[in-house]
């Protein structure tokens, strides 16, 4: 969804990278959840943001990027109201890159997974990665068609830059907890709420009932939590849901109805189609796509634009 007064600077796409650079000039925030296949790579080059990824907030500052996981829910909000902003952003498919990441011993099977979360640069690693930035948008920018071995080498250097940062500063930049301030104790409490329904996702627990356990008003639950995820509780509990259903589906051979009253749906139609509304495909050909991807011989088909963007 793209947000008014907001300028695209850059936008570039080869198989495996999309790459985008953002200026806004209002200080609004992204409007909706947002979900996809890739990893993404976000990079703060002016302004704040809080960014909620999964069930954490954190405070980026410039000088800072963040790495989110495939199939992870992300949501950036205003510090201050009126802030304006400039970030750049990179999606990439892990298939596509796995061949480049491993020849330079970059762990692809897992980076989205091990490294997510934010790192913080020194200036030198930050000077270092404008100028990647900036040899990336005019790679992009060079007449004819894309050379991507050219975007592909680039990319690997930024990610490693990042994954040396990131080591260096993770545990410096843990999510916001409630000491930090009166609007900290509301992402700390959207955290608590996060996690539980993450934990019991197949619970049909009731708005009024769940804010009684946190001693808060429905009213001040569902108000809180969607400013700050993007969905309602509701919607949320569903994508809970169904990133149980697809880890159930991928990982064991349980029967697709058992898997559906596992995570919550007593109706085997209304699983489906939920599934497929959240997912893109029916859980059978995600069960089909996922044994696919484990075999050697798999081959990844051409990707859609956006690296297969969602929500």
Wanted: proline letters at 4%; charged letters at 25%.
């Amino acid at each position: 969804m793209r947000i008014e007064n907001e300028e695209v600077q850059f936008r570039g796409e080869v198989p495996g990278v999309f790459a985008e650079e953002v200026h806004n000039l209002s200080g609004d925030s992204m409007q909706t959840r947002h979900v996809h296949e890739s990893v993404e790579l976000y990079f703060l080059l002016e302004g704040e943001r809080y960014y909620f990824v999964g069930q954490d907030t954190y405070h980026i500052r410039p000088k800072m990027a963040i790495l989110i996981n495939s199939d992870t829910i992300h949501k950036t909000s205003n510090c201050r109201q009126g802030q304006r902003y400039r970030r750049f952003l990179m999606q990439l498919d892990m298939a596509l890159l796995k061949p480049a990441l491993a020849a330079l011993g970059y762990p692809a099977e897992d980076l989205g997974t091990r490294f997510s979360g934010p790192a913080q640069f020194t200036d030198g690693q930050w000077q270092e990665v404008c100028g990647l930035i900036r040899r990336i948008e005019e790679t992009f920018a060079t007449p004819g068609t894309y050379p991507k071995a050219r975007i592909w080498a680039l990319t690997m250097l930024l990610i490693g830059t990042f994954l040396d940062a990131r080591m260096n500063t993770a545990a410096l930049l843990g999510p916001l907890r409630p000491e930090a301030g009166v609007e900290a104790r509301a992402f700390a409490r959207v955290h608590e709420i996060a996690v539980y329904l993450q934990n019991n996702c197949s619970s049909d627990l009731d708005l009024d009932s769940l804010a009684a356990r946190y001693f808060i008003s429905r009213s001040y639950l569902t108000r809180t939590f969607r400013k700050t995820t993007g969905f309602t509780v509701t919607e949320y509990r569903t994508y809970c849901r169904i990133a149980q259903a697809k880890t159930l589906l991928a990982a064991t051979d349980a029967d697709i109805t058992d898997i559906a009253a596992r995570v919550g749906f007593g109706n085997i139609t209304y699983f489906e189609r939920v599934f497929r509304q959240n997912a893109g495909v029916t859980p059978t050909q995600y069960r089909r796509n996922s044994t696919a991807r484990r075999d050697p011989g798999f081959s990844t088909a051409p990707q859609k634009s956006r690296m297969n963007g969602k929500m």
